[in-house]
């Protein structure tokens, strides 16, 4: 590929970005819309992690010698992000309150 054709592509490449601003700027102004780009956000984020994670904890799994331990380890630190997220969506209100309180009170 010819140089100016990398820049051409780079450039638009680059240009969807500023698109995508406006249209996340435009749709994070209604509070239906926000609840949907942060569930999707989200799931990508878990998805990406799993994806990345899986193959490397698969790995150490095998090539270790205390399997069980190995396994063990690595359910408990699936169980204690998801008890995480879990709390911080119960308790979501009283953080936001905290946090606001916070910021008015320094």
Known sequence: M?????VLFNFLSACTCFLGLFVGLVAASNDDVQKWIFAFTAGMFIYIACVDLMPIMAKQQSNS??????????????????????????????????????????
């Not at 010819?2 to 990398?6: M, S």
């Not at 997220?85 to 606001?100: H, K, P």
């Open 2 to 6: 010819k140089i100016k054709f990398a």
């Open 65 to 106: 010698s205390r399997k069980k331990t190995v396994f063990l380890i690595h359910q408990i630190g699936f169980l204690l992000g998801f008890l995480l997220m879990l709390f911080i969506a119960i308790y979501e209100e009283d953080i936001e309150r905290v946090a606001i309180d916070d910021s008015h009170g320094h």
